[in-house]
């Protein structure tokens, strides 16, 4: 699966960030949080929209329009590293559970703000070829002038 947000839709987000090994970390200073649809990826290619109807996750082109059904969140976090290069990160699964973690915690995510992400393990108790990826974040909210 690709983490390239280009791959969605063309536009001119950077390039996202990569977790390959366990310890890799991220910190990035945050210009922009919007909230982007959850796509299914096939080959490393971007497909159907995700929704959840009768509490199943269900591509777009599988929906029941007779029945009710709610898009599958997401966030889109664009910045840049502490070197100044240009970077995205979409928050959703795994990530996006950490990161509302640290929100609760009483962190903020906005921009002027710093977020750190860390791939710290893999979920014992996942199932299948490829287990889930678990993460720790930690936020920083924007200096404000008082």
């Known amino acids: 699966m690709s983490d390239d947000i280009n791959e969605l839709g063309g536009s001119n987000i950077p390039k996202g960030v990569q977790f390959p090994s366990i310890g890799t970390k991220h910190v990035i200073l945050v210009e922009e949080v919007k909230k982007v649809p959850v796509r299914e990826f096939i080959a490393g290619k971007p497909a159907d929209q995700l929704f959840f109807q009768n509490r199943k996750k269900v591509r777009q082109s599988d929906l029941n329009l007779q029945l009710p059904f709610e898009a599958i969140p997401a966030w889109l976090v664009v910045g840049q590293l502490k070197d100044g290069t240009p970077v995205s990160l ?20 906005a921009a002027g703000g710093m977020i750190a992400i860390e791939y710290v393990s893999d979920d014992p108790d996942s199932t299948g070829p490829f287990p889930k990826k678990l993460y720790a974040v930690q936020l920083k909210g924007p200096k404000t002038d008082a």
Do not use: V, Y
């Open 90 to 109: 979409r928050l959703e699964s795994e990530r996006l559970k950490a990161t509302k973690k640290a929100i609760r915690d009483g962190g903020r995510l």
